[in-house]
Protein backbone atom coordinates (compact mmCIF):
# COMPACT_ATOMS: atom_id res chain seq x y z
CA UNK A 1 0.00 0.00 0.00
CA UNK A 2 2.87 2.38 0.86
CA UNK A 3 4.44 1.78 -2.48
CA UNK A 4 1.12 2.71 -4.09
CA UNK A 5 0.89 5.61 -2.31
CA UNK A 6 4.26 6.55 -3.43
CA UNK A 7 3.46 5.81 -7.12
CA UNK A 8 0.35 8.19 -6.80
CA UNK A 9 2.50 11.02 -5.27
CA UNK A 10 4.73 10.25 -8.28
CA UNK A 11 2.11 10.41 -11.07
CA UNK A 12 0.60 13.94 -9.34
CA UNK A 13 3.87 15.47 -9.53
CA UNK A 14 4.64 14.82 -13.37
CA UNK A 15 1.21 15.52 -14.12
CA UNK A 16 2.04 19.17 -12.03
CA UNK A 17 5.55 19.35 -13.57
CA UNK A 18 3.60 18.94 -17.27
CA UNK A 19 1.09 21.82 -16.55
CA UNK A 20 3.62 24.42 -14.61
CA UNK A 21 5.89 23.59 -18.06
CA UNK A 22 2.84 24.60 -20.10
CA UNK A 23 1.84 27.55 -17.95
CA UNK A 24 5.37 28.42 -18.20
CA UNK A 25 6.28 27.90 -21.65
CA UNK A 26 2.15 29.62 -22.39
CA UNK A 27 2.08 26.93 -24.96
CA UNK A 28 -1.76 26.48 -26.28
CA UNK A 29 -1.09 22.60 -26.44
CA UNK A 30 0.62 20.25 -25.15
CA UNK A 31 3.41 18.12 -26.69
CA UNK A 32 3.23 14.80 -27.97
CA UNK A 33 5.17 13.43 -25.21
CA UNK A 34 2.72 15.09 -22.76
CA UNK A 35 -0.24 13.76 -24.18
CA UNK A 36 1.40 10.04 -24.42
CA UNK A 37 2.16 9.98 -20.39
CA UNK A 38 -1.27 10.98 -19.82
CA UNK A 39 -2.96 8.66 -22.48
CA UNK A 40 -0.34 5.55 -20.79
CA UNK A 41 -1.05 6.70 -17.49
CA UNK A 42 -4.84 7.94 -17.99
CA UNK A 43 -6.47 5.32 -15.08
CA UNK A 44 -4.10 5.83 -12.76
CA UNK A 45 -3.83 9.78 -12.84
CA UNK A 46 -7.70 9.30 -12.72
CA UNK A 47 -7.03 6.94 -9.19
CA UNK A 48 -4.93 9.52 -7.77
CA UNK A 49 -7.47 12.36 -8.66
CA UNK A 50 -10.04 10.03 -6.91
CA UNK A 51 -8.07 10.38 -4.03
CA UNK A 52 -7.14 14.05 -4.11
CA UNK A 53 -10.85 14.21 -4.32
CA UNK A 54 -11.40 12.47 -1.08
CA UNK A 55 -8.62 14.01 0.88
CA UNK A 56 -9.75 17.07 -0.10
CA UNK A 57 -13.29 16.88 0.87
CA UNK A 58 -11.60 15.64 4.16
CA UNK A 59 -9.69 18.72 4.63
CA UNK A 60 -12.81 21.09 3.72
CA UNK A 61 -14.84 19.51 6.46
CA UNK A 62 -12.08 19.79 8.98
CA UNK A 63 -11.01 23.10 8.08
CA UNK A 64 -14.23 24.51 7.72
CA UNK A 65 -15.31 23.24 11.14
CA UNK A 66 -12.22 24.61 12.86
CA UNK A 67 -13.24 27.78 11.01
CA UNK A 68 -16.78 27.81 12.39
CA UNK A 69 -15.32 26.60 15.70
CA UNK A 70 -12.96 29.90 16.07
CA UNK A 71 -15.75 31.91 14.73
CA UNK A 72 -18.79 30.74 17.01
CA UNK A 73 -16.45 29.79 20.10
CA UNK A 74 -13.78 32.46 20.28
CA UNK A 75 -13.96 35.30 17.87
CA UNK A 76 -17.85 36.53 18.10
CA UNK A 77 -18.08 35.95 21.57
CA UNK A 78 -15.16 37.72 22.66
CA UNK A 79 -16.54 40.57 20.79
CA UNK A 80 -19.84 40.98 22.27
CA UNK A 81 -18.16 40.74 25.71
CA UNK A 82 -15.88 43.52 24.30
CA UNK A 83 -18.94 45.93 23.41
CA UNK A 84 -21.03 44.98 26.72
CA UNK A 85 -18.08 46.18 29.10
CA UNK A 86 -17.31 49.22 27.05
CA UNK A 87 -13.83 47.93 26.55
CA UNK A 88 -12.10 48.90 22.93
CA UNK A 89 -13.53 46.83 20.68
CA UNK A 90 -10.63 48.85 17.88
CA UNK A 91 -9.89 46.62 15.09
CA UNK A 92 -11.52 43.30 16.21
CA UNK A 93 -14.70 44.09 14.84
CA UNK A 94 -13.34 44.87 11.52
CA UNK A 95 -10.76 41.54 11.89
CA UNK A 96 -14.61 39.66 12.58
CA UNK A 97 -15.98 40.71 9.27
CA UNK A 98 -12.78 39.78 7.34
CA UNK A 99 -12.76 36.30 9.09
CA UNK A 100 -16.38 36.28 8.21
CA UNK A 101 -15.77 37.26 4.56
CA UNK A 102 -12.57 34.99 4.07
CA UNK A 103 -14.79 31.94 5.60
CA UNK A 104 -17.18 32.43 2.98
CA UNK A 105 -14.94 33.01 0.18
CA UNK A 106 -12.98 29.86 0.40
CA UNK A 107 -16.09 27.63 1.08
CA UNK A 108 -17.32 28.72 -2.54
CA UNK A 109 -13.64 28.40 -4.21
CA UNK A 110 -13.71 24.97 -2.53
CA UNK A 111 -17.10 24.17 -4.17
CA UNK A 112 -15.57 25.14 -7.37
CA UNK A 113 -12.60 23.86 -7.16
CA UNK A 114 -14.83 20.56 -6.24
CA UNK A 115 -16.83 20.86 -9.27
CA UNK A 116 -13.85 21.20 -11.70
CA UNK A 117 -11.91 19.02 -10.16
CA UNK A 118 -15.39 16.72 -10.88
CA UNK A 119 -15.32 17.44 -14.30
CA UNK A 120 -11.77 16.91 -14.49
CA UNK A 121 -12.18 13.14 -13.32
CA UNK A 122 -15.09 12.81 -15.69
CA UNK A 123 -13.03 13.50 -18.78
CA UNK A 124 -11.58 10.79 -20.94
CA UNK A 125 -8.05 11.52 -20.34
CA UNK A 126 -7.55 8.41 -23.30
CA UNK A 127 -9.22 10.01 -26.08
CA UNK A 128 -8.90 13.64 -24.79
CA UNK A 129 -5.60 14.17 -23.51
CA UNK A 130 -5.29 18.54 -24.26
CA UNK A 131 -9.10 18.92 -22.81
CA UNK A 132 -7.66 16.61 -19.93
CA UNK A 133 -4.41 18.69 -19.54
CA UNK A 134 -6.56 22.06 -20.22
CA UNK A 135 -9.25 21.19 -16.96
CA UNK A 136 -5.85 20.17 -15.22
CA UNK A 137 -4.39 23.21 -15.57
CA UNK A 138 -7.71 25.46 -14.52
CA UNK A 139 -7.80 23.20 -11.30
CA UNK A 140 -4.57 24.01 -10.35
CA UNK A 141 -5.10 27.13 -10.45
CA UNK A 142 -8.11 27.03 -8.37
CA UNK A 143 -6.38 24.80 -5.87
CA UNK A 144 -3.81 27.58 -5.53
CA UNK A 145 -6.95 29.90 -4.91
CA UNK A 146 -7.96 28.00 -1.62
CA UNK A 147 -4.46 27.90 -0.65
CA UNK A 148 -4.46 31.55 -0.66
CA UNK A 149 -8.13 31.34 0.97
CA UNK A 150 -6.38 29.44 3.46
CA UNK A 151 -3.01 31.69 4.33
CA UNK A 152 -5.52 34.57 4.61
CA UNK A 153 -7.62 32.76 7.52
CA UNK A 154 -4.31 32.18 9.16
CA UNK A 155 -3.05 35.54 8.86
CA UNK A 156 -6.34 36.71 9.94
CA UNK A 157 -6.49 34.46 13.07
CA UNK A 158 -3.05 35.33 14.15
CA UNK A 159 -3.97 38.86 13.88
CA UNK A 160 -7.34 38.25 16.31
CA UNK A 161 -4.68 36.45 18.29
CA UNK A 162 -2.05 39.84 18.30
CA UNK A 163 -5.59 41.75 19.21
CA UNK A 164 -6.79 39.43 22.44
CA UNK A 165 -2.76 39.86 23.58
CA UNK A 166 -2.64 43.34 22.81
CA UNK A 167 -6.03 43.73 24.83
CA UNK A 168 -4.86 41.02 27.77
CA UNK A 169 -1.73 43.20 28.09
CA UNK A 170 -3.64 45.97 29.33
CA UNK A 171 -6.06 44.60 31.60
Keep these: MHLKRKFCYITLVVICLLATACQVLNAAAISDAQKTIIIKR ?72 QQMLE ?29 QDTLKMRRLISEHIGLVEKVGSKL
Aim: charged content about 35%.
Design 119 to 147: ELVAIDCKNEPEQFYDKLVDVRQRRKTME
Design 42 to 113: CDDIKTDLRLVQREDAKSRVHLGTYYDKIMTNFVTPLNVKLVENNLSSAGFIDNQNELAKTKNTFANDFTKY
